[in-house]
């Protein structure tokens, strides 16, 4: 940050940016009026976000932002041509807690304390929030409200099918929060395109773009997810928008799969675009930003973002960007470029894409996924890619590639065949209609023996306007009563109703090994080994040094392993678990040897106390149990405990025997009641 400082202060740089004290003082539509009325591009950073979704399968640490939040506050701030930084939102809401253990909103509030004077801006799904789903009117409002006051300021709302009801909450509920609001059109095809059969041409996103503008938001994004925006593309439908809505701010964002990128913003920004986006320069490129130096530098005087700075935020990026070697794809700079006009794989979607053909044994052959890739989107009706359509599109190429079927026979036999369940859900309407509605027959034939849980063939209009309320006060109650009043705020008990098992499994890892947020990114993507020292900092006065000493052989009673570290010199003697090893190693069964834990928020699921011995069974599957019933009995430290019955109802379910060896909060048995 002081390098940054006297970077600008040599310049003599006295501009500010000031639209978060716009917005934050005055309110949206002072600050869309603050857009309009600036006279240079602006830009968004969306290397806090997108960038590292793209090229790193999402797996930035918050640790590896802070690090940087300073100094790019100091360097976006020093300029009154940045609009705002990228950083929350889209995958980064589940991937915090279900890969980084880390909770999502801290994420944000840190964020937010340590670049103050910054607009922070998020990716909302619409309807489906930060989810792959469509939740209760509520939740979003609520989402949104919260957002909002811990410290995003920008929401970029989209429907991933551009289905303008769906849209028509997000906005609503965005706006409600007191935010600036991007209403968005994704954009796919070719818009010059002028083939009679081509149903994205001009008039399809002009006509959409007036229904947005309708909502009451307060600027217009386009999306263009897969970077299929040619120059020749944006020049058209952006200087048409300009010249239909010229009060409303222009904000365009693409991504650099066909090297097209800086070319195609600059070219937007020509026609009349205010906010162009990129990504610091070694976070850009390939399915990821154009590189944001570039495009200030083609802006030339239009935009007075200081190169010298970008190049101190750039040097730290490229460091930090090789710890996260396990998340880069070496397949991704070969299966990128033109193609991208064919398929349409969107930016976000190459790493994961690319990752999951390697699980299903399909490495060496993306080529052939791509192919599939083009025909299934063919197939579903020719959509906009954009999670959680692009989803669906993903898994039915998988699927193509995997069983080697034709279209035909797709087509053909939908009704029989194992279909992914994102393909069923989409055909029965769970995201709502496609453009040019769903493709016939193969939606028929999906649709053949597959109704929806209450009887139905499919979805009627919006599909979340059918759900009930959330109820958060219950939410709240049932969460403190399982994971303690301490640990449970309203930011919690919305993680649970967004993503209810990812958060009770990311609670439980906290539960198991602590907050793992101080830990080093060196050590928490790559395991000690023996031998190995290192300094851990925890603050200040606060530094260990560990040395990795032995790690004891599996212990296949416990599923666990005892590890031997010198921390400052002393033996430390830990047991912890084992969730890799399984008993296949040692006798070739190939079981997973480690227990079920019991799930906190459902009463009748039972587990013990403390770590023991099992040395009484008194019930068995099928039995009707009563409250306060002895099932089991423990003993742990000499000592003996009864473990009663929660409820009343049946026992569906009992995992262990007598003289098992349990560690405490495994789960010994499950009780069902219809009370």
Sequence with gaps: ADEVRSILEKKATDTKSGFRKILREQGPKALAKAVR?????????????????????????????????????????????????????????DVSMNFLKECPWDRLEKLREAAPDMLFQMLLRGANAVGYTVYPDNVVYEFCKQAYESGNDVFRVFDSLNYIENMELGVKAAVASGGFVEATICYTGDVTSKDPENKYNLDYYMDFAHQLVKLGAHALAIKDMAGLLTPRATTLLVSEMRKAFPDMPIHLHTHDTAGMGVASMFAGAEAGADI?????????????????GALVAALGEKSNVDLDA?????????????????????????????SVYKHEIPGGQYTNLLFQSKQLG???????????????????????????????????????????????????????????????????????PPPGGFPEPFRTNVLKGRPLKDGREKFEGRPGSELPSYDF??????????FGANRITHKEVLSHALYPDVFKKYLAFEKTYGKIDKLPTHMFLRPMEAGEESLLHLGSGKDYYIRLDNIDGFDEDLGTRTVTLEVNGEKWFIRTPDTVTTIGTSTGGGTVKRREKKDPTVKGSLGTPMPG???????????????????????????????????????????????????????????????
Excluded at 311 to 338: D, K
Excluded at 400 to 427: F, Q
Aim: net charge negative.
């Design 310 to 338: 970008l190049q101190v935020l750039n040097e730290y990026w490229e460091s930090v960007r090789h710890q996260y070697n396990p998340f880069e794809v070496t397949a991704l700079s070969a299966a990128i470029g033109s």
């Design 37 to 93: 009325n600036h006279q240079n591009t602006l830009v968004t950073d969306t290397t806090w976000r997108d960038a590292h979704q793209s090229l790193l399968a999402t797996r930035m640490r918050t640790a590896d932002l802070l690090k940087a939040a300073e100094a790019t506050n100091a360097a976006f701030n020093g300029t009154s041509d940045v609009f705002s930084l990228e950083m929350w939102g889209g995958a980064t809401f």
């Design 473 to 482: 006060e219950s939410a709240e109650k049932n969460l403190k009563e399982a």
């Design 276 to 292: 162009v986006d990129g990504a610091i320069d070694s976070m850009s490129g390939l399915s990821s930003q154009p590189c944001l």
């Design 613 to 675: 011995q099992i040395v009484a069974v008194n019930v068995e599957f099928g039995d009707e149990v009563k409250e306060g019933q002895t099932l089991f009995k423990l003993s742990a430290m000499k000592m003996e405990t009864e473990i009663k019955a929660p409820m009343s109802g049946t026992v569906t379910k009992v995992l262990v025997e007598q003289n098992d060896s349990v560690e405490a909060d495994d789960l010994l048995a499950e009780i069902y009641s219809d009370d």
């Design 362 to 432: 399909l490495s060496g052959r993306f080529a052939e996924v791509k192919k599939a890739y083009a025909l299934a989107n063919k197939l579903l009706g020719d959509i906009p890619k954009v999670t959680p359509s692009s989803k669906t599109v993903g898994d039915l190429a998988q699927f193509i590639t995997t069983t080697k079927i034709s279209e035909e026979e797709l087509i053909k036999d939908a009704a029989t065949l194992p279909l992914p369940n994102s393909v069923v859900e989409y055909m029965q309407g769970a995201l709502g």
